[in-house]
């Protein structure tokens, strides 16, 4: 990526008279001229005029201010940064594919409603779940359309009582924005020193006023809920589901199953688990699974296969209502398949296990110069509380900002929230020994970097495009078009 | 041999164990409780090379029909300049995350400043996030704004003109969030203004959901609207198509406080659904409700003009249980794909699109109705590209006859109604196919 900035904004470039597009003559008769002209717009819209090349050069240039998995490490905790394969892409700009209408009567796109209904399958068996749909757009859209499914579920029985969800206090803010959206209180639940969800603790807040519990599982501290059996069973005498984020299921590929763990209902992020590009963030997709006796409740419309082997849509007032405008982001859906098709049974097997191999070998590698809160054997990701030497003043920030530098994106820091300085990091099954061995070093140049030049780390980055935006101007003289500046 | 996506050689794993403390993989997972571990292998099929995946996906493509699309419903088959794939499949863009780093971000937080330039610009209003999934996605978001908007009015009324999928969808989204709605009926094809004034006199409505075009393609006709919906202390929120917005008298125009719906006729590919973009405009009144991502203008260190996520105490991950939307991110390799659209489009090329499109909408519109086989359902309500017949012949073997003719007749909206939409992607061939099978059909 660049050390300088590429500075232009596409208005900045525009010239009175030239264009970038290319239209076939009319055929027919002008048809706006006979619409009521108060129907019509007045103003112009004031788009940007440029030439083709313009516009080519302008949007690459722009794109090498910025910092992809292609262009290096990207230990983004919580995030799964793997690499995206590049046939998944390949398979997801077929002519066809890109050309259906969401429309179309079945009976024209049954190839389409197989890809689909093939991943919704590949997902269940990961899941161990009975069925998958790929309607949500996002994992915080399958958060939500789950945690709404739940609440369909004690609706159907009449069971109106239940109004809250359980949520332990390590969890990501979408968890209790979700559920907040889906209408549910939250009751937070305490962890126990080593971040896992403490089952004393649990016990009396579960009544019959509860619809559900939200867990992770590995937690955000990258650690096994080993109480889990415990914890579904309490969950569920008290009638209450057990509801899986999938955030963190990429190190459970080929070692354990959401299903069998005794969870309900899950998401899952296909950006995450299975490869699909984070675009600058978004688009994503967040299918939801539920296990065998919730499948009436998955949203409309929702593909079936029958029994002579063909696929259907189907719509039932007895499901939980409908989320999306379609049948969710089936670009994503096929790169997911084609990523699942490519590992296969034997590669999806091998993933959860090379991702906990990288993420302990970094934890252990850097532990005696960064605090390590617990201590303990992680799975994808785990947590740092900082350097160890809080002497220096150098903060987890100052860390972050020094790691772009060296030319790696900084870990998730000041999550989870459990510790004052977290700097959390994810590597991911996709990246060698060689690369983790150069991030290994470039932190560990830094712990000594804090201890020799604390105002060298403290003012860093120094080598990026930009430096140190002033975030609170931004915030309280808020500019937010062209027109603003 | 080890798979092409991971790097670990036997030896790479005997030095990383070594680190570990530990003699195999498995026992990094010595923690787990047996009865939990996955016991046998994914009953999942072997490796695919990239040979057979490809074959895979082409049997599958291979079934499907490949139709001309007169088909809308609020998603369109609109020209694309050969340009955008190319830009998009940079791996700056493709691969990044959400731009929590600014000084290795700014590729993407300028395009979203662009974005959000462009769509206040198109839809005529002071400001725009960073875009949300789809249209009915949005038009939810800015149904809760407006009942989280005003403490006496929580009440938010919604046209029954509105496309099914976003009723169905906002209703979903209100009924668990138990957000107080009620329906504006329909009269002859639009909103009920007789309905809407009586709702209004309630004084319980914090905002009103218009659509424009509505579901049966009509361009509704708001004026005088937004000084009743004001006068009533309620918002105006207008639902539209994103590049009929280039032609129509735009949501800021009509007097509108927010501007939601789905961005996807601004040239994104069909793909059987998705991705989309919905987008929302607002005023900026608005701007410390709106949901999602917003990016705002700075400056660095030295002074470089700078673009950072801002406003962010409005964001879910900071609100939590507080929280009046759960939406993290954006749709922003989508939202890029429509800003170098427009950046190549101008307003000319929206506006020629749009003229293209209308202009064979209505000549088909008259050359059916010529063929006695089905009428307008409303004659006289004004349409830009997309219209609605009421069919004599059931309008699913209508779809049939005309697919066998190479061509996608519409959406068949109820079993005699045909949702029809032209857009510049259409040829004067192909409108002439579709009349004259039209024409043959048996009655």
């Known amino acids: 990526m660049n050390n300088k900035l590429y500075d232009k904004l596409i208005f900045e470039l525009s010239r009175q008279g030239r264009r970038g597009y290319s239209l076939p003559d009319r055929h027919f008769p002008d048809a706006i001229a006979s619409l009521p002209d108060a129907l019509l717009r007045k103003s112009d819209i004031g788009l940007p005029q440029a030439d083709e090349l313009t516009v080519v050069r302008h949007y690459t240039n722009m794109s090498t201010n910025n910092f992809g998995v292609d262009t290096g490490f990207y230990p983004l905790g919580s995030c799964t940064m793997k690499y995206n394969p590049k046939i998944n892409e390949e398979m997801a700009s077929d002519p066809v594919i890109a050309s259906l209408h969401p429309d179309t009567p079945v009976r024209y796109c049954q190839g389409a409603l197989a890809i689909y209904h093939s991943l919704a399958e590949a997902l269940a068996e990961i899941g161990g779940m009975a069925e998958f749909t790929l309607n949500p757009y996002a994992g915080a859209h399958g958060e939500l359309t789950g945690l709404m499914l739940c609440r369909a579920w004690h609706d159907s029985r009449g069971d109106r009582r239940r109004t809250k969800v359980i949520i332990p206090d390590s969890a990501h803010g979408t968890n209790p924005a979700s559920a907040a959206v889906a209408g549910l209180q939250v009751v937070p639940v305490r962890s126990l020193p080593d971040g896992t969800v403490d089952v004393e603790a649990l016990a009396p807040l579960l009544d019959d006023t509860v619809a559900a519990m939200m867990m992770t599982n590995p937690n955000t501290l990258g650690i096994f809920e080993r109480q889990i059996p415990e914890i579904a069973r309490m969950v569920h005498d008290a009638g209450a589901l057990l509801y899986y984020d999938g955030a963190n299921l990429n190190p459970m590929l080929g070692i354990a199953r959401p299903g069998d763990m005794g969870f309900d209902i899950m998401h899952i992020n296909l950006h995450k688990t299975f490869s699909t590009p984070h675009g600058g963030g978004g688009p994503g997709s967040g299918p939801v699974g539920v296990r065998k006796g919730l499948e009436h409740l998955l949203p409309n419309p929702r593909v079936i296969k029958k029994t002579d082997g063909t696929y259907d849509i189907i719509s039932s007032p007895d499901a939980m209502g409908r989320v999306s405008s379609t049948l969710g982001n089936f670009a994503v859906v096929v790169r997911a398949l084609s990523y699942i098709l490519s590992l296969g049974a034997d590669g999806l097997m091998e993933a959860g296990g090379l991702a906990t191999l990288n993420a302990n070998y970094i934890k252990e590698s850097l532990r005696d110069l960064y605090e390590l809160p617990v201590d303990t054997v992680c799975k994808h990701e785990f947590v740092f509380d900082g350097l160890k030497d809080k002497s220096t003043g150098v903060t987890t920030l100052n860390v972050a900002k020094r790691l772009l530098d060296y030319g790696f994106h900084a870990p998730t820091i000041y999550f989870p929230l459990l510790f004052h300085e977290s700097l959390m990091i994810e590597p991911t099954e996709t990246e060698s020994l060689d690369t983790i061995d150069s991030f290994i070093s470039a932190m560990r140049d830094i712990a000594l970097e804090a201890a020799s030049d604390p105002e060298m780390v403290k003012s860093a980055p120094h080598t990026t495009p930009v430096r140190r935006p002033d975030d609170t101007d931004a915030a309280l003289h808020p500019r937010l078009t062209f027109d603003e500046l | ?443």
Not at chain 2, 10 to 15: A, C, G, H, L, T
Not at chain 2, 29 to 51: N, W
Not at chain 2, 296 to 305: F, I, L, P
Not at chain 2, 362 to 372: C, I, Y
Request: hydrophobic share 40%; proline share 4%.
């Open chain 2, 1 to 443: 041999m080890s798979h092409r996506y991971f790097p670990h050689t036997e030896e790479d794993k005997r030095v990383m164990l070594e680190k570990c403390g530990v003699d195999s993989i498995d026992e990094l997972f010595a923690d787990i409780p047996a009865q939990l571990r996955l016991s046998r292998p994914y009953a999942l099929g072997k490796p695919m090379s990239e040979v057979e995946v490809r074959a895979f996906f082409r049997s599958l493509t291979d079934s499907c029909s490949r139709l001309a699309c007169f088909a809308g419903n609020g998603h369109y088959d609109r020209y694309a300049p050969a340009v955008i794939p190319h830009i998009l499949s940079r791996s700056e863009f493709l691969t990044s995350y959400t731009p929590y780093q600014p000084e290795i971000s700014q590729g993407t937080l300028q395009y979203i400043f662009e974005y959000q330039t462009m769509m206040a610009r198109l839809t005529g209003m002071e400001i725009s996030n960073a875009s949300l999934y789809d249209g009915a996605t949005a038009t939810a978001e800015a149904m809760f704004l407006a009942a989280a908007n005003s403490r006496k009015r929580q009440r938010v009324a919604y046209s029954a003109t509105l496309s099914d999928a976003v009723k169905e969808t906002i209703r979903t989204y209100a009924r668990y969030h138990g957000t107080d709605i009620v329906e504006i009926p329909e009269a002859d094809g639009v909103t009920s203004v007789d309905a809407l004034t009586s709702l209004l006199s309630d004084g319980n409505i914090g905002g009103v959901i218009l659509p424009q075009p509505n579901r049966h393609g009509i361009v509704e006709d708001f004026t005088g609207l937004a000084e009743m919906i004001h006068g009533a202390g309620a918002l105006l929120i207008i639902n539209s198509i994103a590049i009929d917005l280039a032609t129509l008298r735009s949501p800021g125009e009509w007097g509108a406080d927010i501007a939601v719906g789905d961005a996807q006729s601004l040239g994104i590919p069909l793909s059987f659904g998705g991705p989309y973009l919905g987008y929302i405009a607002a005023s900026k009144s608005l701007m410390r409700k709106l949901p999602g991502r917003i990016v705002g203008a700075t400056a660095d260190a030295s002074g470089q003009r700078t673009f950072v996520l801002t406003l962010q105490a409005r964001e879910q991950h900071i609100r939590r249980e507080k929280a009046t939307s759960n939406i993290c991110s954006n749709q922003g390799l989508m939202a890029l794909y429509v800003t170098i659209y427009m950046s190549l489009m101008g307003d000319d090329g929206l506006r020629q699109a749009n003229s293209l499109g209308a202009a064979g909408a209505h000549w088909l519109a008259r050359e059916l109705e010529l063929t006695g086989k089905m009428r307008l359902t409303y004659p006289g309500r004004p349409f830009l590209n997309e219209f609605e017949m009421t069919t004599s012949v059931d309008a699913g073997e209508i779809i049939d006859a005309l697919a066998g003719a190479g061509i996608l007749a519409g959406v068949a909206t109820a079993p005699d109604r045909l949702l029809i939409a032209v857009t510049e992607m259409r040829t004067p061939e192909e409108l002439n196919r579709y009349v004259e099978t039209v024409k043959a059909l048996q009655s």
